[in-house]
């Protein structure tokens, strides 16, 4: 007896008295690419194996074809789209940015374009040195453009419809960024990285001391915290929470601190006010706290399944 592991749960048991296919996908399974086989059809399969995928190539062509037609070619500025996409996400993309730290070159043909994340600007090539290059048939870009795809990675990137090329190591920021295509996404993102560091940011404003992450969706508060009166909620105008004030109970489904400013710092905020509060903003980052070893531990997590939840 002769007993061949076809791959996940599929056997081909052959004996002198016949032969078995043993396969759990009796009807055609991810998108009829998975189904039972003839044991002839089987034997093919590792025996002429050039043959067997120049067949599969040749029955596949016309979806193949079909899905080449129907990607869009010059219906969209790609340099404009990509611009308006991505800047804003720039804007708010700190530690992805300093992870990166150059320029990336998306080589498209006459629509080339360079994403520099030290400047957090889109512009046109115009023979810059670039630290990484993607070279991606201009369709597919204008494909991404127009059904607005937030995950470049697993539409794009996975598929090998690209080249890539760089100039020193690896670094995992350059997809991690295409993979956060969304103010939601790039939030969690720098969320993630913020909570891997030994400390945690907190800014001041109306005299208390709020730290700079929402628990929720990891957002900065100090760009989409809404600031209302002392005794109302902070409300994160991201994901629409609303946290609690210093005299409420604290939520069950996220921690937050929030603590009144000590006289000495409340005196001195009153004496730099000029007029109305503004709303916080990176310069209103006061100081750091360490917390405590096992409360670090607890919130690390794998960035990849964060993202993928959304």
């Not at 029955?59 to 308006?84: F, H, M, T, Y």
């Not at 690896?170 to 295509?181: D, M």
Request: proline residues 8%; positive net charge.
């Amino acid at each position: 007896m002769r007993i061949t592991f076809l791959g996940q749960a599929g056997l081909f048991i052959e004996t002198k008295h016949g032969t078995i296919l043993c396969d759990p996908w009796f009807n055609p399974a991810y998108f009829a690419s998975w189904f039972p086989f003839p044991s002839n059809e089987v034997k093919a399969i590792f025996t002429q194996k050039r043959a067997y995928l120049e067949a599969y190539q040749e029955r596949q062509r016309p979806l193949i074809e079909a899905a080449k037609a129907s990607w869009p070619r010059g219906q969209v500025d790609i340099l404009s789209s990509l611009r308006d996409w991505f800047e804003p996400l720039l804007e708010h993309a700190d530690l992805t940015c300093v992870g990166i730290n150059g320029r990336l070159l998306i080589d498209c043909g006459e629509q080339a374009l360079v994403i520099d994340f030290q400047k957090r600007k889109v512009y046109p090539r115009n023979n810059e040195e670039w630290e990484y290059r993607f070279q991606i048939d201009p369709a597919l870009i204008e494909s991404s453009i127009t059904r607005h795809v937030e995950d470049w990675v697993n539409d794009l990137f996975l598929s090998c419809r690209f080249k890539a090329e760089r100039k020193g190591p690896y670094n995992e920021y350059i997809y991690i960024f295409f993979k956060g295509l969304s103010p939601e996404r790039i939030q969690y993102i720098e969320g993630y990285y913020a909570e891997q560091t030994p400390e945690h940011q907190f800014f001041e404003s109306n005299g208390y001391r709020i730290q700079r992450r929402c628990p929720h969706l990891k957002a900065d508060l100090t760009r989409f915290g809404k600031i209302e009166d002392r005794s109302s909620p902070a409300p994160c105008t991201a994901g629409n929470l609303r946290l609690p004030a210093a005299n409420a109970s604290p939520p069950t489904t996220a921690s937050f601190t929030r603590s009144p400013l000590p006289k000495m710092e409340q005196r001195r905020a009153k004496s730099n006010k000029s007029g109305s509060s503004p709303p916080p903003s990176n310069a209103n980052i006061a100081g750091t706290c360490r917390p405590k070893k096992k409360a670090r531990a607890n919130k690390k997590r794998k960035l990849y399944r964060a993202c993928a939840s959304y």
